[in-house]
């Protein structure tokens, strides 16, 4: 009889599994049918591409820091609207061709400056919109498609040794100006010493060339600015001075010059730092952090066997969510007839170092992105135009330290760069800062 029950159990189990496992589908069926309803799939973002083009292709940023749509009234964000067009293949009606740059067409000037797409394209900004604009603008409107001057002093050879190329781990380029040779001449005494440089540790260092970079001004009655100028080349050999207007909204050009001549005389530095005349670097700690992440670079790049790749180290102190200042009053002022929308992340105030093969890519890349009148910002505009961002460091500190840590040694141990000081102070905190790791870290 026990038997009997339990055969019966197990031939009721085998009767009800099937209804068991069609259940459970059903369950599985209708759970999926509701999520499926539920579910929202994400936006994807619109690509700005040519009909019919694949999606890897996208003409322009997804997130571009300036108005894709054409702004009538922005004169900045007009030109950059058409030389994007311009440089873009696909829209250009050929995607395998590679867009060359227009021929150059040399400008009917003193300076004979090349023009760009802007001028290809007969680009100008109506006399209405830059009548309204202060001389200043109005002067770098007129002139902003020029971006090729010749040189007035050239040190092809700086990175040149024995007639052979050198690689300096670091090169330090310098803006300056005509007058300024206290400046100029307490950088070399200190912080810009041309040479092998140590460490603060003094486990390895490395070479450092320094050179300034120069526009060409009004000499005033009775002085002779051009001929000290000329002298102090020949005794030092690391000026660079090209011939254009050394005005605030000309320091753009400096950066764009300056990336040509290190594509051809100096390509192979490692590192480069770009900074003002009025700050303070720290170079032996700044090579000593410049060492390290070569040697990271390298260990990356034998791991991953990229050895062809490059790196793409931008360190400063980084601003981010900027916006054109509106204030006439000021040296920064961007009118709205000029530029329209908000500034890309970039490193302002005196100083920012990054690697030469980022220097190579920016000199590429310039030729692309209409000058800009702040410096700053447009060396921002061109690290977004490759996919770059600045990385904020805080080690420089171009609003300098708090007033009563200046005069401490032991505040500056964690510092590459501090801004603003005059000749005098700088070689009063040369010698101030000797053997800080021996004191402050004893």
């Given at each position: 009889?026990g038997?009997?029950?339990?055969?019966?159990?197990?031939?009721l189990?085998?009767?009800?599994?099937?209804f068991?496992?069609?259940?459970?589908?059903?369950?599985?069926?209708?759970?999926?049918?509701?999520?499926?309803?539920?579910?929202?799939?994400?936006?994807?973002?619109?690509?700005?591409?040519?009909?019919?083009?694949?999606?890897?292709?996208?003409?322009?940023?997804l997130?571009?820091?300036?108005?894709?749509?054409?702004?009538?009234?922005?004169?900045?964000?007009?030109?950059?609207?058409?030389?994007?067009?311009?440089?873009?293949?696909?829209?250009?009606?050929?995607?395998?061709?590679?867009?060359?740059?227009?021929?150059?067409?040399l400008?009917?000037?003193?300076?004979?400056?090349?023009?760009?797409?802007?001028?290809?394209?007969g680009?100008?900004?109506?006399?209405?919109?830059v009548?309204?604009?202060?001389?200043l603008?109005?002067?770098?409107v007129?002139?902003?498609?020029?971006?090729?001057?010749?040189?007035?002093?050239?040190?092809?050879?700086l990175?040149?040794?024995?007639?052979?190329?050198?690689?300096?781990?670091?090169?330090?380029?310098?803006?300056s100006?005509?007058?300024?040779?206290?400046n100029?001449?307490?950088?070399?005494?200190?912080?810009?010493?041309?040479?092998?440089v140590?460490?603060?540790?003094?486990?390895?260092?490395?070479?450092?060339?320094?050179?300034?970079?120069?526009?060409?001004?009004?000499?005033?009655?009775?002085?002779?600015?051009?001929?000290?100028?000329?002298?102090?080349?020949?005794?030092?050999?690391?000026?660079?001075?090209?011939?254009?207007?050394?005005?605030?909204?000309?320091?753009?050009?400096?950066?764009?010059?300056?990336?040509?001549?290190?594509?051809?005389?100096c390509?192979?530095?490692?590192?480069?730092?770009?900074?003002?005349?009025?700050v303070?670097?720290r170079?032996?700690?700044?090579?000593?952090?410049?060492n390290?992440?070569?040697e990271?670079?390298?260990?990356?790049?034998?791991?991953?066997?990229?050895?062809?790749?490059?790196?793409?180290?931008?360190i400063?102190?980084?601003?981010?969510?900027?916006?054109?200042?509106?204030?006439?009053?000021?040296?920064?002022f961007?009118?709205?007839?000029?530029?329209?929308?908000?500034?890309?992340?970039?490193?302002g105030?005196?100083?920012?170092?990054?690697s030469?093969?980022?220097?190579?890519?920016?000199?590429?890349?310039?030729?692309?992105?209409?000058?800009?009148?702040?410096?700053?910002?447009?060396?921002?505009?061109?690290?977004?135009?490759?996919?770059?961002?600045p990385?904020?460091?805080?080690?420089f500190l171009?609003?300098?330290?708090?007033?009563?840590?200046?005069?401490n040694?032991c505040?500056?141990?964690?510092?590459?760069?501090?801004?603003?000081?005059?000749?005098?102070?700088?070689?009063?905190?040369?010698?101030?800062?000797?053997?800080?790791?021996?004191?402050?870290?004893?």
């Amino acid at each position: 009889m026990g038997k009997f029950c339990k055969c019966n159990g197990r031939l009721l189990c085998m009767c009800l599994l099937p209804f068991m496992m069609t259940g459970h589908l059903l369950v599985y069926i209708l759970v999926t049918i509701f999520v499926t309803i539920s579910y929202a799939p994400p936006k994807v973002p619109v690509h700005f591409i040519a009909p019919g083009s694949s999606a890897d292709k996208a003409s322009h940023p997804l997130n571009p820091f300036w108005n894709l749509r054409l702004v009538d009234s922005a004169v900045w964000n007009r030109f950059q609207h058409t030389c994007d067009r311009y440089y873009n293949p696909i829209l250009r009606g050929n995607a395998s061709r590679t867009v060359q740059k227009p021929k150059a067409k040399l400008r009917k000037s003193a300076v004979g400056c090349v023009s760009d797409c802007m001028s290809e394209m007969g680009l100008r900004a109506p006399e209405n919109e830059v009548k309204s604009m202060s001389d200043l603008m109005r002067a770098f409107v007129s002139s902003m498609h020029c971006r090729d001057y010749p040189y007035i002093i050239n040190q092809p050879g700086l990175c040149q040794s024995n007639d052979t190329w050198e690689s300096p781990l670091l090169l330090m380029a310098v803006k300056s100006q005509l007058g300024n040779f206290k400046n100029r001449q307490a950088i070399r005494e200190t912080w810009g010493r041309s040479g092998h440089v140590s460490g603060e540790y003094n486990v390895r260092g490395g070479v450092v060339r320094t050179v300034f970079l120069l526009g060409k001004q009004d000499p005033k009655p009775g002085t002779d600015l051009d001929i000290l100028l000329h002298e102090e080349s020949q005794q030092y050999g690391d000026i660079l001075q090209w011939d254009f207007q050394d005005t605030f909204f000309n320091l753009t050009l400096k950066d764009v010059l300056f990336w040509r001549w290190f594509q051809r005389h100096c390509p192979k530095a490692v590192f480069v730092f770009k900074g003002d005349d009025d700050v303070f670097v720290r170079t032996d700690a700044l090579v000593d952090y410049l060492n390290k992440q070569w040697e990271e670079h390298n260990l990356w790049q034998a791991y991953t066997n990229e050895t062809d790749k490059g790196m793409d180290l931008f360190i400063g102190e980084v601003i981010n969510n900027a916006k054109p200042n509106r204030d006439p009053s000021t040296k920064y002022f961007i009118p709205d007839s000029f530029y329209q929308g908000g500034y890309p992340a970039y490193a302002g105030g005196g100083g920012v170092v990054y690697s030469g093969s980022l220097a190579l890519r920016l000199k590429e890349v310039s030729d692309k992105v209409s000058l800009f009148p702040i410096d700053d910002v447009y060396l921002g505009m061109c690290l977004s135009k490759i996919g770059v961002l600045p990385n904020h460091h805080p080690g420089f500190l171009t609003f300098d330290l708090p007033y009563t840590q200046r005069g401490n040694p032991c505040a500056y141990k964690s510092i590459f760069l501090v801004h603003r000081r005059n000749p005098e102070e700088m070689v009063a905190l040369w010698n101030h800062l000797r053997n800080l790791r021996v004191r402050c870290f004893g």
